[in-house]
């Protein structure tokens, strides 16, 4: 069946430095996968998504690679700072529509719990 | 526009009492899903929904219901709630991604 496994379950980093986050797939060959950040007692919050004709995604600090060969996708924050301490979901589409949209039916990872320390 | 509402915000049940999750979005969305999270589990897909009229079973549907009656809404049933059913539910509605409601922290002893 499918899997989707986000490394580790915990990160803690300085401010500063720069936070990788890593996810891994199996059984599975996206058209694309999507990034969410989830704070404590909140819905999950959409940052980013990319295809898998792309290599890289960038939105201001963030960036998204995606390696369909290693069926993996990496998550970068720059110049992290405690405001982006939270709990982040990459997740990947079971179905999508014939013009390659999602259909609302993800598969989620566990999340990584980022903590940024000043 | 409010986005995707959900109600109510907490909710505490007996085991075999009966109840209705509300999901509602604004957004003229076609698909709407439910999930529920829980430690170490993460989110897992409990229904979803294509469409008014048209749902579908996702990872984890035993012990709830859904309907579709109209684009807005998309409640979640729980006909006979158990303990293992005690958990945060998220209600999503896909647009351009997903849009995810504040959640229910549902608890039932």
């Known amino acids: 069946s499918q899997k989707i496994e986000q490394n580790s379950e915990a990160l803690n980093i300085q401010e500063g430095k720069t936070a990788t986050l890593t996810c891994n797939y199996t059984?599975?060959?996206?058209?694309?996968l999507q990034w969410y950040r989830q704070d404590p007692g909140r819905g999950p919050v959409f940052l980013l998504l990319i295809r898998e004709n792309e290599k890289e995604k960038r939105k201001e600090r963030l960036k998204v690679t995606f390696d369909t060969t290693l069926k993996q996708s990496l998550f970068h924050i720059t110049a992290s700072q405690p405001a982006d301490s939270a709990t982040y979901l990459c997740?990947?589409?079971?179905?999508?529509?014939?013009?390659?949209?999602?259909?609302?039916?993800?598969?989620f990872g566990k999340g990584t719990k980022l903590s940024v320390k000043p | 526009n409010a986005g995707v509402t959900q109600t109510p915000k907490f909710q505490v049940l007996k085991t075999g009492q009966s109840m209705t999750l509300q999901c509602a979005q604004d957004?003229?969305?076609?698909?709407m899903s439910w999930y529920r999270q829980d430690p170490g589990m993460g989110l897992r897909l409990i229904h979803y929904s294509v469409g008014a009229g048209i749902t579908d079973q996702g990872e984890v549907p035993n012990g709830y219901n859904v309907s579709r009656s109209t684009t807005e809404d998309f409640p979640l049933r729980l006909l006979s709630a158990a303990p293992s059913q005690t958990s945060v539910y998220f209600c999503a509605s896909t647009g351009d991604t997903q849009y995810f409601g504040p959640g229910t922290r549902l608890t039932v002893l």
């Open positions: 957004m003229n969305h076609e698909y």
């Open positions: 997740a990947l589409d079971r179905l999508v529509t014939n013009y390659g949209g999602s259909q609302g039916n993800l598969i």
């Open positions: 059984n599975y060959s996206p058209a694309y």
